[in-house]
């Protein structure tokens, strides 16, 4: 199928649109999803899946800034849809979320010359982000399911700036 992503006139006064070469790379490109890719510990209190926590799940975390800063392009998929507990998921859900500022910080502070943001709302819609949401959005002030991730997710922004 097709995908046109709109360009936001306010955020890019220059007109900027999605280069031929971010198009070849998303076409032909490798995807990580970060739900796939991260092991997903579902009990997350002391004594359960600790040898878990410090393991796979562990390295795997510490690896995020290494795999933003191998991809080429940067996609928040955000479709309007319902969680498995009733709760909304949505672009500003998204934004809300310390672990999705993480990986969009990790992003911003990459050493890319394009930190753009695509963000897709579901098969017909997608824009750039506005590239000055990040000051509205730190990391530590994030969501977390888990408090504990907080400290975590601190250490990985401490990682990005590296």
Same mark, same amino acid.
């Given at each position: 199928?097709?995908?046109?992503?709109?360009e936001?006139?306010?955020?890019?006064?220059?007109?900027?649109? +999605?280069?031929?070469?971010?198009?070849?790379?998303? #076409?032909?490109?490798?995807?990580?999803f970060?739900w796939?890719?991260?092991p997903? &510990?579902?009990?997350?209190? #002391?004594? +359960?899946?600790?040898?878990?926590?410090?393991?796979?799940?562990?390295?795997?975390?510490?690896?995020i800034?290494?795999? %933003? @800063?191998?991809?080429?392009?940067?996609?928040?998929?955000?479709?309007e849809?319902?969680?498995?507990?009733?709760?909304?998921?949505?672009? #500003?859900?998204?934004?809300?979320?310390?672990?999705?500022?993480?990986?969009?910080?990790c992003?911003?502070?990459?050493?890319k010359?394009?930190?753009?943001?695509? &963000?897709?709302?579901?098969?017909k819609?997608a824009?750039?982000?506005?590239p000055?949401?990040?000051?509205q959005?730190?990391?530590?002030?994030?969501?977390?399911? +888990?408090?504990?991730?907080?400290? %975590? %997710? %601190?250490?990985?922004? @401490?990682?990005a700036? @590296?």
């Amino acid at each position: 199928g097709k995908l046109k992503v709109e360009e936001d006139m306010v955020s890019f006064p220059i007109f900027k649109s +999605v280069s031929r070469r971010d198009r070849a790379a998303i #076409a032909q490109g490798f995807v990580f999803f970060d739900w796939f890719a991260i092991p997903q &510990i579902t009990a997350r209190v #002391a004594g +359960v899946n600790e040898d878990l926590q410090r393991s796979a799940a562990a390295l795997a975390v510490q690896s995020i800034p290494g795999y %933003v @800063e191998a991809a080429d392009v940067f996609l928040a998929l955000v479709p309007e849809t319902l969680h498995s507990n009733g709760s909304p998921c949505n672009y #500003a859900t998204w934004l809300s979320r310390g672990w999705c500022r993480a990986e969009w910080w990790c992003h911003l502070l990459s050493n890319k010359t394009d930190s753009s943001v695509i &963000i897709v709302y579901s098969a017909k819609e997608a824009e750039f982000m506005f590239p000055l949401n990040w000051q509205q959005h730190i990391v530590s002030t994030g969501d977390f399911t +888990v408090e504990s991730d907080r400290d %975590v %997710v %601190v250490k990985l922004s @401490e990682k990005a700036l @590296e």
